[in-house]
T-cell receptor
């Protein structure tokens, strides 16, 4: 059974801090790993990673995948209160259509 | 495009009642997914369709849950009879059948069963 584990479960930081969120996975026939941000509504897409070692970047957010060690990290630099959300990691397998297996999420709170 | 549309956005019902959640996927998307999110269990896939055909319903919790997709632009998730433990946010998502096509989520339906 495919499995995705995120850590930490929750995190409280102050504005300006840098945070690193972790996602480890066990999946047969891995195809891609996705990061989503969820505030008080539906998850919104952040990144899709398919290749090891290639950093994806969007503003203060960046992410990288290690397919050998089976994990990904999501970095947020110079955090802002608007970054407060649940961050979800999901993996997709080749033989599973477009079906995703989600981790439990990391709840990030950024204090002023 | 309006994105994935779900209705109702909120539903409060009493135990034993039938509940029907509705979803309109993004036009042209081949895959449709129903997810349930709770604090305890996180985001779980219930069922997904490809070209209106149910492919995997192993996540459907029990026979009280059923889902249909009569055409490419409409799907329903029905719970009959509903129970308090069904209280959750139910998301519908759709995606293209392309390599790496990522799901786009609807706004969700918050269901409360009293």
């Amino acid at each position: 059974e495919d499995k995705v584990v995120q850590s930490p479960l929750s995190l409280v930081v102050h504005e300006g801090d840098t945070v690193t969120l972790n996602c480890s996975y066990e999946v047969t026939n891995f195809r891609s790993l996705l990061w989503y941000k969820q505030e008080k509504k539906a998850p919104t897409f952040l990144f899709m990673l398919t290749s090891s070692g290639i950093e994806k970047k969007s503003g203060r957010l960046s992410s990288i995948l290690d397919k050998k060690e089976l994990f990904s990290i999501l970095n947020i630099t110079a955090t802002q209160t608007g970054d407060s959300a649940i961050y979800l990691c999901a993996v997709e397998a080749y033989n599973a259509g477009n079906m995703l297996t989600f981790g439990g999420g990391t709840r990030l709170m950024v204090k002023p | 495009d309006a994105g994935v549309i779900q209705s109702p956005r909120h539903e409060v019902t009493e135990m034993g009642q039938e509940v029907t959640l509705r979803c309109k996927p993004i036009s042209g998307h081949d895959y449709l997914f129903w997810y349930r999110q709770t604090m305890m269990r996180g985001l779980e896939l219930l069922i997904y369709f490809n070209n209106n055909v149910p492919i995997d319903d192993s996540g459907m919790p029990e026979d009280r849950f059923s889902a249909k997709m009569p055409n490419a632009s409409f799907s329903t998730l029905k719970i009959q009879p509903s129970e308090p433990r069904d209280s959750a946010v139910y998301f519908c998502a759709s995606s293209l059948a392309l390599r790496g096509g990522r799901p786009y989520f609807g706004p969700g339906t918050r269901l409360t069963v009293l």
